[in-house]
């Protein structure tokens, strides 16, 4: 396992760096309810949105880590100096480790989705922007799961 997730890490730091630099006119750095993003926005038709994310939990019996990666590539349909809305297509790798006091129980799990959203830039320099996105969810474990997620994050462009 720890070989897969040490591949799995220099894979992703990998298309990171592929990404932004193919797509790449203005990065972004954003916080919201999925963690910390890293965007480009550009005057053409695709853009790339990572993500990465850390989660904890504790309970009485146990206590949990979580780390979730996302990487979105996205088209954007409908844009102008003070909004752009896009959908796309991506994945997910969660990676979930459970503490417990007689036994360690040790998740992974890749989700594909589909995000749909809008990205407002209100202020008059346009670097500072609002993003809401509603994302459908497909994983399979035992059974095909689907879901329905949303998130909220504010980022500031560097180059915009």
Do not use: W
């Not at 799990?109 to 589909?114: D, G, R, S, Y």
């Not at 922007?129 to 980022?155: D, H, K, Y």
């Amino acid at each position: 396992m720890k070989r897969f997730l040490s591949l799995f890490l220099f894979f992703y730091v990998c298309l990171q760096v592929d990404c932004s630099a193919q797509l790449l006119k203005n990065i972004g750095i954003g916080i919201g309810t999925e963690g910390v993003a890293f965007k480009t926005y550009n005057d053409k038709a695709l853009s790339y949105i990572g993500r990465i994310g850390l989660g904890a939990g504790y309970s009485l019996e146990s206590y949990d880590l979580s780390l979730k990666t996302s990487q979105n590539l996205a088209i954007n349909f409908l844009k102008s100096e003070d909004y752009r809305m896009y959908f796309g297509l991506g994945f997910d790798f969660f990676y979930r480790q459970n503490f417990r006091a007689n036994d360690d129980v040790l998740n992974a799990l890749i989700e594909f989705h589909a995000p749909v959203g809008i990205e407002l830039f209100p202020f008059e320099k346009k670097n500072l922007s609002l993003a809401v996105e509603s994302t459908l969810t497909f994983s399979r474990s035992a059974t095909l799961t689907e879901n329905i997620r949303g998130l909220i994050e504010l980022s500031y462009y560097f180059n915009r």
